[in-house]
């Protein structure tokens, strides 16, 4: 028995459906041991181990096979399971059986946890930590400790830390807001609380109390009134620099700003004063003007130099209200003494109109009249009565001119075409020239002792005093009215009034208000007074004279043998580059410096920049360098810089573009940085081809060359757009085309676009107006008599591409005859020049004006040089120079094909 117990185990080898162990008191049975352990094969469907119906405990294990339950039962009462290969320990109270400790899950039904690890026993008892339960966190301790009473809300007063604050009624009606429209009507918000910072609108309101405008630009569109107590009338806002803004009257050029005074004393005004010698303008005799200016400067140096003019006149002041420019008063200048602090200017009134107030801000301008040119003989062609062999108009006093036969007489050459020919008395079919023009309003100004000259856009009112030869550039139309007859003394000619502008309508009439004439651009009208009996009198219109488009002045060779092959370029507003073929050295490529400062042209030395060339083109780089690019006779397509100092040239390293041979090259100069020539590939086929030039100083380097198109070409012109971008024109054999070359990492070409379905015989030109405007000068060869004409081209820089309009005629010739070499050069972005040569016609050049904004182009009349200086001209090139100034370098094949420098110059269209 002893043993039994110490061993406590107990082996039972079941077998079926249940096994029973049976109870015999105070024997020692299978009952008595404390551990079971039930092994054996059971039936599938579970097992029944029986114990007797006392009160005991045991710890039974379920080694049977079939993975069944063992049930433990006392026959009464509840009964207790062990699952399979699990282990219990089992109570009996003798009348039921219970579960203890247990190797196996517990489920939670039972009072365990149905569970094998601690986060599954939590999970399984609804305690999983962030799903079921809140994990530790400080904040949850602090808000635990946080006592909320009514109209509170918590918030945040540290980390881990929390406190409750009041939440008015008020703040809630925001809270409960749907969306930030909906708050914005709960605060009584405008559309203004919507604006960006920097795009604020104020419609129908305004804004009050601003102190500072923080921004440093801003922008008003629309009417924007200032407060009255800011600024005066027709003041301006300006900036001292340092951000401050004030108010006061605007300055333009010559213009001084002063304020007016009423008082009439000949003495110093005070700084920043002018003042009158009688309250009546029309009776003003005399100014006193303070060597201070309103703003505070010294302009006595300045004043001072308002006489310098050897005319009798001096110039024009006006004296105009800033804060109502209706108010003037407008004089002639004929003497200035400068006594200590101020100017004392002796006038004559010429208009004036409202009432100038004191303390007035006005401001000064003073137009000074050009100097007085030398006398000598003035002749007319008709007008006046014959004297000897010329024809005479007599001025009468105060002129002491005189005539052949001691007649007190100004003769004026209008007609003639030279001087030689008036004294011969020969007058000569041609019409009036610009140039004549404007050479007999000046000699009117000369011979007849002065004149004035007056660029205004008011109307004038000539009287008895008046000088008798009005010069005026009109600024606007304006109407000259001559003086009550009765003050003046028959026989004429009266009046001399010279149109010396262009554009605007200079009307005359007589003192009844009688239509004289309506002058135009460049038209001198007499005028001779035969009857001064009544106020308006007996006014005679003398001959009115025509001024009209280009006249060529001076010549001058540069090249002493036969020159071809001619390109120029603008250096600066007084220097051109010519570079050419000198025909008669072996045709070495040769370039020269021409300055047009003077009144001819002065050559310079030329340089040789190769020893055979066919064709050469070039382009300004900057004001004292340009690019030169020429076939080197056969062998290849080279490139040099040239710099100028003075008119002395001196070479850079030349640099090939196409090892090939190349001919009609034509270059142009986007940047300092960038060249782009176009030109025939005679190594592949004559195909139109285009290469970048990069240009560092006087060193070349070219890129990479592309084949435009696949098409032949004799002629090339091309022309910058921008930094970028250059438009080109080429001739093809049966068609020719135009496009845009683009050079980024490395160079392009748009699609080229046809603007001529023929060849232009190699003869065009072409001009880049603005970045979306060119213009392309052409031979129109198809056509029988062979016109220039000219076509415009619309260009998208972005696309890129062009787009072409429709040609218009610009030089044309005799029938059966031609034109050739026509160039074109850009005046402004709406204006170009034009020259072409009238061939079988001895050579002679034409010039025209082309305008071009919209539509078709406009293109002025055509003007044709003087045989005597621009015969059998051929080869030309066109450069201008200044607007109305332009370079014409050509060969002259009456002179033996020299090569000759032409002036040619404009006064009037």
Known sequence: MLERMAQGYLAIAASGTSTTITLTDWTLGDFHYFTYDVTGTVDA????????????????????????????????????????????????????????????????????????????????????????????????????????????????????????????????????DA?????????????????????????????????????????????????????????FMKTDGAGAISFGYPVIGSEQPYTFSTTTTDSDPGAGVVRLNNATPASVTEIYIDDLNAAGADIRTRIAAWDDSTSSTKGTLTITSLENPAEYICVTLTALTQPTGYSKLTVTHIDSAGTLANAENIVLSFVPTGDQGAGGDVNVQEGGAAVGTRANLNFGTPFSTTDD?????????????????????????????????????????????????????????????????????????????????????????????????????????????????????GEILTLFLRDNSTAAGGWLRGSVTQGSGFVNTATEIFNSAGTEAISACLLDTDKVL??????????????????????????????????????????????????????????????VVVTASGTTLTLGTAETFESANTTVSSVTVCSTSLAIVAYCDKGNTDYITACPIAISGTTL????????????????????????????????????????????????????????????????????????????????????????????????????????????????????????????????????????????????????????????????????????????AQNQDLVVLSAGRYAVPYRDAGNSNYGTALIIEEFAE
């Open 405 to 521: 036969a001691g007649n007190d007489r100004v003769d004026v050459d209008l007609d003639f075409a030279s001087q030689a020919e008036a004294e011969a008395g020969t007058a000569v079919d041609k019409p009036m020239n610009a140039l004549r023009t404007k050479q007999a309003i000046d000699a009117l100004v000369s011979t007849a002792g002065g004149a004035t000259e007056t660029t205004t856009g008011t109307d004038q009112t000539l009287t008895s005093a008046s000088t008798r030869v009005q010069s005026i550039t009109p600024t606007a139309d304006l109407t000259v009215n001559l003086p009550d007859a009765t003050t003046l003394n028959e026989g004429g000619p009266s009046f001399v009034i010279a149109h010396k502008g262009i554009g605007n309508t200079i009307t005359v009439r007589d003192n009844g208000g009688g239509l004289i004439a309506a002058l135009t651009t």
């Open 179 to 235: 969306d930030a429209a909906t708050a914005r009507a709960t605060l009584g918000l405008g559309s203004i609380a919507t604006q960006a910072a920097n795009s604020v609108s104020l419609t129908g309101g305004s804004a009050t109390g601003m102190t500072t405008l923080a921004s440093a630009t801003f922008t008003v569109t629309g009417q924007y009134s200032l407060p009255a107590a800011d600024g005066s009338a027709n003041q």
């Open 45 to 176: 469907g579970g097992h029944t181990l029986t114990l007797p119906a006392k009160a005991f405990a045991r710890f039974i294990k379920n080694n049977t096979t079939n993975s069944v339950t063992l049930t433990v039962s006392i026959g009464v009462g509840t009964t207790a399971t062990i699952a399979a290969g699990k282990a219990a320990l089992i109570f009996s109270d003798g009348s039921n059986v219970t579960k203890g400790p247990s190797t196996e899950v517990m489920a939670v039904a039972d009072g365990g946890t149905g569970s094998t690890t601690a986060a599954a026993a939590r999970t399984a008892l609804g305690l999983a930590i962030g799903s079921d339960v809140q994990a530790f966190d400080t904040d949850l301790t602090a808000l635990a400790g946080v006592t909320i009473a009514a109209d509170q809300i918590l918030y945040g007063s540290g980390p881990g830390a929390w406190a409750a604050t009041s939440l008015t009624a008020f703040a809630r009606t925001i809270l409960d």
């Open 578 to 639: 010519y570079c050419y073929r000198d025909a008669g050295a072996s045709n070495v490529g040769n370039a020269v410096c021409v300055d047009y400062s003077g009144a001819t042209p002065s050559i310079g030395a030329e340089v040789q920049f190769n020893a055979d060339i066919n064709h050469s083109s070039c382009a300004q780089i900057e004001t004292d360098k340009a690019i030169i690019t020429y076939n080197n006779a056969t062998t290849s397509g080279d490139a």
């Open 701 to 872: 380097t070219a890129g990479g060359a592309i084949q435009v198109a696949a098409e032949a070409t004799s002629g090339t012109a091309i022309d910058a757009i921008n930094s970028t971008q250059a438009f080109l024109a080429y001739d093809g054999p049966s068609v020719s085309k135009c496009c845009i070359l683009t050079e980024s990492t490395g160079l392009s070409a748009t699609t080229p676009q046809t603007f001529l379905a023929s060849d232009t015989d190699s003869d065009l030109d072409c001009c880049v107006l603005s970045s979306t405007r060119a213009l392309i000068l052409f031979k129109d060869n198809p056509t029988t008599d062979k016109p220039t004409d000219v076509v415009p081209v619309t260009l998208d820089t972005a696309t890129p591409s062009v787009s072409v309009g429709l040609a218009v005629p610009v030089a044309t010739a005799d029938s059966g005859r031609s034109t050739s070499m026509p160039r074109i050069d850009r005046l402004d972005d709406d204006t170009a020049i034009s020259i072409t040569n009238i061939d079988n016609l001895s050579d002679v050049l034409s010039v025209q004006k082309i305008n071009w904004n919209s539509g078709t182009p406009n293109v002025g009349a055509q003007t044709t040089f003087s045989y005597a200086i621009a015969s059998a």
